[in-house]
């Protein structure tokens, strides 16, 4: 299936373009996913899904196969198998970025196959999990970014100010006590396990609702099933 989406950053497109090719950087805003290595070309990991009650993992690896700076293109290639079953699930991403007067916009083709529990889902509830999962990573990068910009332009502001006075600044600043907490809490974050992809909740009632719906047709089959062959003993 292929599935389109569009997020923004608030900051320049050369800037956009370094953070998202920073793997360790961005790690912790990708939803579900584990970063265990990346050597510069090949990403390796795991990813988290959760459908109802079972929680899938996934791991495998991701390599760019083009990363275009004057074009602001890049598309990476990811492949991953089931830890404890069958299922597999294949992706080929396209970002282009381009930049706006307040930033810049990013957009996300993303060409996906998948089989196993997930695939059940079909392609409706894939691009509506799709949407939500994006808005959570662009929300997460774009305060990094800005956690980023804040830091440097105190740091710029520390290191003017003893350069007039000729003495050292405090520290202990509220901005660059928060950036600097930050980039903690995203350490922490790339070290641990992420938490699990949850498919139903993330999609929405609508989705529960198709599921449950679902499970209770199987249900009344199972039981015309039943009655039958009792009848028929």
Wanted: glycine share 12%.
């Amino acid at each position: 299936m292929e599935l389109r989406h569009e997020f923004t950053v608030p900051v320049p497109v050369e800037e956009a373009w370094r953070a998202l090719l920073d793997i360790e950087r961005v790690a912790p805003c990708m939803p579900g996913a584990t970063v265990e290595g990346y050597d510069g070309e090949t990403i390796t990991g795991t990813v988290k899904v959760k459908v109802g009650p079972i929680t899938l993992t996934y791991r495998g690896t991701a390599v760019f196969d083009e990363k275009d700076e004057t074009a602001r293109r890049m598309v990476l290639t990811a492949g991953g198998k089931e830890v404890r079953g069958q299922g597999t699930a294949r992706a080929t991403v396209t970002a282009t970025l381009t930049g706006t007067g307040e930033g810049t916009a990013v957009s996300v083709l993303t060409d996906l196959t998948v089989t196993g529990r997930p695939a059940q889902f079909g392609r409706g509830v894939m691009a509506e999990v799709g949407d939500k999962l994006i808005g959570r990573f662009a929300g997460c990068l774009s305060e990094k970014l800005a956690g980023t910009s804040v830091a440097e332009t105190t740091g710029a502001e520390i290191s003017g100010n003893e350069a007039a006075t000729g003495e050292p600044a405090a520290t202990g600043e509220p901005a660059a006590a928060a950036a600097a907490g930050g980039a903690a809490k995203a350490t922490a974050g790339a070290n641990g396990t992420a938490e699990p992809i949850d498919l139903v909740r993330t999609a929405g009632l609508p989705v529960a609702k198709r599921l449950a719906a679902a499970a209770l047709v199987a249900g009344i089959v199972a039981a015309l099933v039943a009655v039958i062959l009792r009848r028929r003993h």
